[in-house]
């Protein structure tokens, strides 16, 4: 059984900051790509930023300069640090994982169960 956990959403002022994190556990093998992903009402999912085992990097141009992805592969933890942060950002932040599970040694996406992010005007 594999489990991504969220936590670090919240309410917060236009222009303020947050952080959240995603803490996979469970029989894990390997994490690929980890990754935030947000959906707000009425829109796809989109993705926000995601982050290889070895560091690099892929963000959206709307949280470029804003956002930073950050990973501890030795905790199995993905962040996003958001700064100046604006109405538009409002959404259910995902996190999202590409691993493979001991057991059966198959790649799956796995997902959180999302955390709310408000951003007051």
């Known amino acids: 059984q594999v489990q991504l956990v969220e936590s670090g959403g919240g309410l917060v002022q236009d222009g303020g900051s947050l952080r959240l994190s995603c803490a996979a556990s469970?029989?894990?093998?390997?994490?690929?790509?980890m990754g935030w992903y947000r959906q707000a009402p009425g829109k796809q999912r989109e993705l926000v930023a995601d982050?290889?085992?070895?560091?690099?990097?892929n963000y959206a141009d709307s949280v470029k300069g804003r956002f930073t992805i950050i990973r501890d592969n030795a905790k199995n933890t993905v962040y996003l640090e958001m700064s100046s942060l604006k109405p538009e950002d409002t959404a259910v932040y995902y996190c999202?994982?590409?691993?493979?599970?001991?057991?059966?040694?198959?790649?799956?996406?796995?997902w959180g169960q999302g955390t709310q992010v408000t951003v007051s005007s």
């Open positions: 982050i290889t085992s070895g560091g690099s990097t």
């Open positions: 469970g029989s894990i093998f390997s994490i690929n790509r």
């Open positions: 999202g994982a590409d691993l493979v599970v001991s057991d059966i040694r198959i790649q799956y996406r796995y």
